[in-house]
T-cell receptor, first 116, second 114 residues
Framework: AQKITQTQPGMFVQEKEAVTLDCTYD???????LFWYKQPSSGEMIFLIY??????QNATEGRYSLNFQKARKSANLVISASQLGDSAMYFC?????????????FGQGTELSVKP | GAGVSQSPSNKVTEKGKDVELRCDPI?????LYWYRQSLGQGLEFLIY????????KSGLPSDRFSAERTGGSVSTLTIQRTQQEDSAVYLC????????????FGPGTRLLVL
């Protein structure tokens, strides 16, 4: 079955420190995409970063990087130099299979709190 | 440019009433998705449109839920005979439709069924 697992319901990090949010996935499709979204308390879903299953290098977007370990089926999000504005829910999502229309399967989310 | 818009922002209705939720995707995006976010179930996929057709309706929870898309643009999600368990945030997203392309989300409609 296709599934995303985020095992950390809540995380705390000190401002300016780096933090890693865990995500593991399960799929039998060779082609898939992995996404991270941020959802602040206001509710909007903000795209952060994308990793394709055939991408050789880990994706990076500014302070965000994705630690993609294909053999372990993990796609952890690393946020460097945390800021107070990074406090939010973070969702890992998978787009399974080239022919499945791009629907996203989401994990349960991790609530990140950045302490001053 | 304009993002995905949804209306209404909030909807309170009585059990048994029908509701319509609207989504206006980013101009030019051929793919449109509806998701539901509730406390107990997290974020769930409901239905996917490519143009005006819906090749994947697998996430619709019951036959009380239906959706349509007209002109390859605006989509309406209809819930008939609402139940209290339908209370959730309904999120719409759109993308270019190509595999791996980012889905951009609207602000959602918060539905409360009394």
């Amino acid at each position: 079955a296709q599934k995303i697992t985020q095992t950390q319901p809540g995380m705390f990090v000190q401002e300016k420190e780096a933090v890693t949010l865990d995500c593991t996935y399960d799929t039998s499709d060779p082609s898939y995409g992995l996404f991270w979204y941020k959802q602040p308390s206001s509710g909007e879903m903000i795209f952060l970063i994308y990793q394709g299953s055939y991408d050789q290098q880990n994706a990076t977007e500014g302070r965000y990087s994705l630690n993609f370990q294909k053999a372990r089926k993990s796609a952890n999000l690393v946020i460097s130099a945390s800021q107070l504005g990074d406090s939010a829910m973070y969702f890992c999502a998978m787009s399974p299979g080239y022919n499945q229309g791009g629907k996203l399967i989401f994990g349960q989310g991790t609530e990140l709190s950045v302490k001053p | 440019g304009a993002g995905v818009s949804q209306s209404p922002s909030n909807k309170v209705t009585e059990k048994g009433k029908d509701v319509e939720l609207r989504c206006d995707p980013i101009s030019g995006h051929t793919a449109l998705y509806w998701y539901r976010q509730s406390l107990g179930q997290g974020l769930e996929f409901l239905i996917y449109f490519q143009g005006n057709s819906a090749p994947d309706k697998s996430g619709l929870p019951s036959d009380r839920f239906s959706a349509e898309r007209t002109g390859g643009s605006v989509s309406t999600l209809t819930i008939q005979r609402t139940q209290q368990e339908d209370s959730a945030v309904y999120l719409c997203a759109s993308s270019s439709g190509l595999f791996g392309e980012t889905q951009y989300f609207g602000p959602g409609t918060r539905l409360l069924v009394l």
